[in-house]
Nanobody, 127 residues
Framework: QVQLVESGGGVVQAGGSLNLSCRASGLTFNSPSSVTVGWFRQAPGKERKFVASIGTPVGATAVDSDVEGRFTISSDNAKNTVYLTMTSLNIGDTAGYYC?????????????????WGQGTQVTVSA
């Protein structure tokens, strides 16, 4: 059974940083068949949007232009964990952040590409 558990959300002032984690069980990041893990976010009243993804084990990444240069996605394959390092946060980054995973792909940027989802972690950026 695949489970994804996010952590690291919270309240931060504008200009600050947060580091989100997504730990996967039931998937092996070091296996020859790739696992892609993505981060999405959803603000109140808005659709869920792609943020970034990383394909393990090769490490191929994709980052949305809205966060490029501020957010970095990385993985620790031995720990089956993906990180989203967020810097220079602004109020527009306030949202629920969700990680998702799919097997057999190196890049996945659409919500429908993913088979497994976590419960999400809230990020609130204050002025």
């Amino acid at each position: 059974q695949v489970q994804l558990v996010e952590s690291g959300g919270g309240v931060v002032q504008a200009g600050g940083s947060l580091n989100l984690s997504c730990r996967a069980s039931g998937l092996t990041f070091n296996s020859p068949s790739s696992v892609t893990v993505g981060w999405f976010r959803q603000a109140p009243g808005k659709e869920r949007k792609f943020v970034a993804s990383i394909g393990t084990p090769v490490g191929a990444t994709a980052v949305d232009s809205d966060v490029e240069g501020r957010f970095t996605i990385s993985s620790d394959n031995a720990k089956n964990t993906v990180y989203l390092t967020m810097t220079s946060l602004n109020i527009g980054d306030t949202a629920g952040y969700y990680c998702a995973a799919v097997q057999g792909r190196i890049v996945a940027v659409q919500e429908g590409d993913y088979d497994y989802w976590g419960q999400g972690t809230q990020v609130t950026v204050s002025a």
